[in-house]
């Protein structure tokens, strides 16, 4: 079974409700993972914006998490999961940074990534230290997609 990425808060490819964006709320979806590889150590989340790099002249990271344990992988609304780390967002806070589109309507990407180690990075690292971190140790991903505008 392939590995999978769903949120009982928006379809796949649909709108994200606006209690998700940075302006309305700002609370995380709910995630649910399955199909998790056997041999996985952990999983690592990352959600950004590629539509920002028009407005704002880069991928705008809205979100990293890793260390997140397959035995309890699943994200309940507004929360990550027991033992999970945060990073920091391109808000410059670490956490979750709900979309914020300057512009026009944005795809939001929901990068799943299964892992053969757990990662030894702070809370406050970035998505450049996540993404070298993984690099080598990726067993296998998946996406989720969402639309939101401003």
Do not use: C
């Not at 609304?77 to 709900?98: M, R």
């Not at 929901?110 to 140790?137: G, T, W």
């Amino acid at each position: 079974m392939p590995l999978v990425l769903q949120s009982d808060s928006f379809e796949d490819g649909q709108e994200i409700p606006r209690k998700y964006g940075y302006k309305n709320g700002n609370s995380s979806p709910s995630l649910k993972i399955s199909g998790i590889p056997p041999e996985t150590k952990s999983l690592a989340l990352i959600m950004d914006d590629p539509d920002a790099m028009g407005a704002v002249g880069k991928i705008w990271v809205h979100w990293l998490v890793w260390n997140i344990s397959p035995s309890s992988a699943n994200f309940e609304e507004d929360s990550i999961p027991k033992g999970a780390v945060e990073g920091k967002t391109d808000f410059g806070d670490v956490g979750y940074g709900g979309p914020a589109p300057p512009d026009k309507e944005h795809t939001y990407i929901f990068k799943l990534y299964a892992l053969d180690m757990v990662l030894d990075l702070p809370a406050d690292s970035e998505k450049s230290q996540v993404e070298d971190s993984i690099k080598n140790h990726i067993i296998e991903e998946t996406k989720l997609e969402g639309r939101y505008a401003p």
